[in-house]
């Protein structure tokens, strides 16, 4: 146990500047967010943002309903920055045991007796625990500014909600972040697992925007993970997103025992 | 009793190259066994292989009976490793670097860890900087720490004393007398000859990623010819038969002899000769390095 807690710490210890980051600046989003969602329904904007936003461009933000206060409140969990950024952070935390191998330091920890599974578990465990607790500290932020910013007597996104959409959120960048674990169990270029992966994010992405416009791509829209994050209907209530949440974490479990099989194999 | 290590027809390639092919070589319990090589010969697969982390394509190595592949965690255990390269984690202090690799590897001899940071000059405030801020030197000195640091049955040292400074050379060869005199096997892959000369009581010569010599340093004192100049008072008389064969040059005044094995009938057969002066060359494990890789060379060829 001493040894895997000496693992866990020291990968936390090296991505301690990237999980403040992600933390402060998800957080501060979530501020943000709600208080530009005050200032327009103080002004009364919705409604008119509304009409000059093309419908194409509304539904790549989540639907028309984000453009009320309710709606917006909620988008800093479907922001593309927001999903991105998390979705980054989990591939780079997950993508360590390449990093070693990369930079010879695998020779000086798996020279120990060490199992090897344990590199797996350390990195698949630190992506996705600094990820839930990002995501954490979002709704925290979300939700203190809610109660400190929102005007009196407008319908709020309930907390079951919000902690709905945070979990979705959650395990769809564990998906990305066990993709990225599969990936490291065979690559030695780390910076290659972030740019192939952040390549493969922006395609499935855009699959799925695309779905949503041209019926022909909506064949292979659920091979999309957005596919499977539909943020602002769970924020208005409109979808119970079990099942997505129960897909993602299928796919990712999938991913995580493909990476123990690759590494476990693998010249180090 | 079974061999420290054992590498039977051990091969590893890495797609066409070959990294080392059909390696057989033993390491006896409590032997310092000096690994020698040219650059790329297979040194580094061969204790990459031993610490499980490239897997064999054929063969197998053990370590005192157990397979380094099937008994990995068991074998890494009785290992303490210091890498060529060193790697590091630069934002560490090297404390905390001792500290988390002592976590790893279970067990630390704390009093044995404080006498080798006494022998090895590394002070509280050298403790407390961080890594990436260290010489070469200094980072190879914290290398060696945790490599020794546990104590390990067998050690498995690449490159050792690279970049440490006279002072610390002799420290490390202290330590590792010592070590020896307290039955630690030691593997040791070194390009300098005069250490492991010095260290070692077998070597193995690896080339082209197979062994081309395995042999102790007292065979190979008794096996390599010694080169001898002999310098007469006045003119140099007739070789005599004994000392024909030996003799490779001959002045006017001198004689070059190579000579192959115990002193003891040359200088008999000098005996009564007006001899002025002789000169020895002393045993250099480094000559004997470098003819057999050039016979590869030439073999090769």
């Given at each position: 146990?001493?040894?895997?807690?000496?693992?866990?710490?020291?990968?936390?210890?090296?991505?301690?500047?990237?999980?403040a980051?992600?933390?402060?600046?998800?957080?501060?989003?979530?501020i943000?967010v709600?208080?530009?969602?005050?200032?327009?329904?103080?002004?009364?904007?919705?409604?008119?943002?509304a009409?000059?936003?093309?419908p194409?461009?509304?539904?790549?933000l989540?639907?028309?309903?984000v453009?009320?206060?309710?709606?917006l409140?909620?988008?800093?969990?479907?922001?593309?920055?927001?999903?991105?950024?998390?979705?980054?952070?989990?591939?780079?935390?997950?993508?360590?045991?390449?990093?070693?191998?990369?930079?010879?330091?695998?020779?000086?920890?798996?020279?120990?007796?060490?199992?090897?599974?344990?590199f797996i578990?350390?990195?698949?465990?630190?992506?996705?625990?600094?990820?839930?607790f990002?995501?954490?500290m979002?709704?925290?932020?979300?939700?203190?500014?809610?109660?400190?910013?929102?005007?009196?007597?407008?319908?709020?996104?309930?907390?079951?909600r919000?902690?709905?959409?945070?979990?979705?959120?959650?395990?769809?960048?564990w998906?990305?972040?066990?993709?990225?674990?599969?990936?490291?169990?065979?690559?030695r270029?780390?910076?290659?697992?972030?740019g192939?992966?952040?390549?493969?994010y922006?395609?499935?992405?855009?699959?799925?925007?695309t779905?949503?416009?041209?019926?022909?791509?909506?064949?292979?829209?659920?091979l999309?993970p957005?596919?499977?994050?539909?943020?602002?209907?769970?924020a208005?209530?409109?979808?119970?997103?079990?099942?997505?949440?129960?897909?993602?974490?299928?796919?990712?479990?999938?991913?995580?025992?493909?990476?123990y099989?690759?590494?476990a194999?693998?010249?180090? | 009793?079974?061999a420290?290590?054992?590498?039977?027809?051990?091969?590893?390639?890495?797609?066409?190259?070959?990294?080392?092919?059909?390696?057989?070589l033993?390491?006896?319990?409590?032997?310092?066994?000096?690994?020698?090589?040219?650059?790329?010969?297979?040194?580094?697969?061969?204790?990459?292989?031993?610490?499980d982390?490239?897997?064999?394509?054929?063969?197998?190595?053990?370590?005192?009976?157990?397979?380094?592949?099937?008994s990995?965690?068991?074998v890494?255990?009785?290992?303490?490793?210091?890498?060529?390269?060193?790697?590091?984690?630069?934002e560490?202090s090297?404390?905390a670097?001792?500290?988390?690799?002592?976590?790893?590897?279970?067990?630390?001899?704390?009093?044995?860890?404080?006498?080798?940071?006494g022998?090895?000059?590394?002070?509280?405030?050298?403790?407390?900087?961080?890594?990436?801020?260290?010489?070469h030197?200094?980072?190879r000195?914290?290398?060696?720490?945790?490599?020794?640091?546990?104590?390990?049955?067998?050690?498995?040292?690449?490159?050792?004393?690279?970049?440490?400074?006279?002072l610390?050379?002799?420290?490390?060869?202290?330590?590792?007398?010592?070590?020896?005199?307290?039955?630690?096997?030691?593997?040791?892959?070194s390009?300098v000859?005069?250490?492991v000369?010095?260290?070692?009581?077998?070597?193995?010569?690896?080339?082209?990623?197979?062994?081309?010599?395995?042999t102790?340093?007292?065979?190979?004192?008794?096996?390599?010819?010694r080169?001898?100049r002999?310098?007469?008072?006045?003119?140099?008389?007739?070789?005599p038969?004994?000392?024909?064969?030996?003799?490779?040059?001959?002045g006017?005044?001198?004689?070059?002899?190579?000579w192959?094995?115990?002193?003891?009938?040359?200088?008999?057969?000098?005996?009564?000769?007006?001899?002025?002066?002789?000169?020895?060359?002393?045993?250099?494990?480094?000559?004997?390095?470098?003819?057999?890789?050039?016979?590869?060379?030439?073999?090769a060829?």
């Amino acid at each position: 146990m001493r040894m895997f807690t000496a693992l866990v710490g020291r990968s936390l210890a090296r991505h301690r500047a990237l999980i403040a980051g992600l933390t402060v600046v998800l957080s501060v989003m979530q501020i943000l967010v709600v208080l530009a969602a005050r200032n327009l329904q103080q002004d009364r904007m919705f409604a008119q943002i509304a009409a000059l936003i093309p419908p194409f461009v509304q539904e790549a933000l989540g639907g028309s309903m984000v453009l009320s206060f309710g709606g917006l409140v909620a988008f800093g969990f479907f922001h593309p920055v927001v999903m991105i950024a998390l979705a980054v952070g989990a591939i780079y935390m997950a993508s360590e045991p390449a990093g070693e191998v990369e930079h010879g330091l695998v020779d000086l920890i798996a020279a120990r007796p060490v199992p090897r599974a344990w590199f797996i578990t350390r990195s698949g465990l630190v992506s996705a625990l600094t990820t839930t607790f990002v995501v954490a500290m979002m709704l925290a932020a979300n939700r203190a500014a809610t109660a400190w910013l929102a005007p009196a007597g407008l319908p709020l996104p309930g907390f079951s909600r919000m902690l709905r959409l945070a979990l979705n959120l959650l395990v769809l960048s564990w998906t990305f972040g066990a993709a990225s674990l599969a990936f490291a169990a065979h690559a030695r270029r780390r910076l290659l697992i972030v740019g192939s992966l952040g390549l493969a994010y922006v395609f499935l992405f855009l699959l799925h925007f695309t779905a949503g416009l041209w019926a022909p791509a909506r064949a292979f829209d659920r091979l999309s993970p957005f596919h499977y994050y539909a943020g602002l209907p769970i924020a208005l209530g409109m979808k119970d997103p079990r099942a997505d949440v129960l897909i993602l974490l299928g796919t990712s479990a999938v991913l995580t025992v493909c990476a123990y099989i690759m590494y476990a194999r693998r010249d180090l | 009793m079974s061999a420290a290590i054992l590498a039977e027809s051990l091969t590893k390639y890495y797609g066409a190259v070959v990294g080392v092919e059909h390696l057989n070589l033993s390491v006896a319990r409590g032997e310092v066994y000096g690994f020698l090589g040219p650059n790329g010969a297979g040194k580094t697969t061969t204790i990459r292989l031993l610490l499980d982390l490239v897997r064999p394509t054929r063969g197998r190595i053990l370590v005192n009976g157990r397979d380094c592949r099937t008994s990995s965690r068991a074998v890494r255990e009785q290992i303490g490793y210091l890498p060529s390269e060193m790697p590091l984690y630069p934002e560490m202090s090297g404390a905390a670097y001792l500290k988390f690799l002592g976590a790893l590897q279970q067990r630390v001899d704390d009093g044995w860890l404080r006498r080798l940071l006494g022998r090895f000059d590394v002070s509280d405030v050298d403790l407390e900087r961080r890594l990436g801020d260290l010489s070469h030197g200094m980072r190879r000195k914290f290398g060696i720490l945790q490599a020794l640091m546990g104590r390990a049955p067998i050690l498995v040292l690449d490159e050792p004393t690279s970049g440490l400074d006279p002072l610390m050379i002799e420290a490390f060869a202290e330590t590792v007398l010592e070590l020896k005199a307290a039955g630690t096997t030691i593997f040791l892959s070194s390009h300098v000859l005069s250490e492991v000369e010095r260290l070692c009581d077998r070597v193995g010569i690896i080339k082209r990623g197979t062994l081309a010599r395995q042999t102790s340093i007292a065979e190979l004192r008794a096996e390599m010819p010694r080169r001898v100049r002999v310098a007469f008072a006045g003119a140099a008389p007739a070789i005599p038969p004994s000392l024909r064969a030996g003799v490779k040059q001959a002045g006017t005044d001198y004689w070059k002899l190579e000579w192959q094995g115990a002193l003891g009938p040359m200088l008999d057969a000098l005996h009564g000769l007006q001899v002025a002066d002789i000169e020895i060359d002393p045993f250099r494990l480094e000559e004997y390095v470098l003819d057999v890789y050039s016979r590869e060379e030439r073999a090769a060829r």
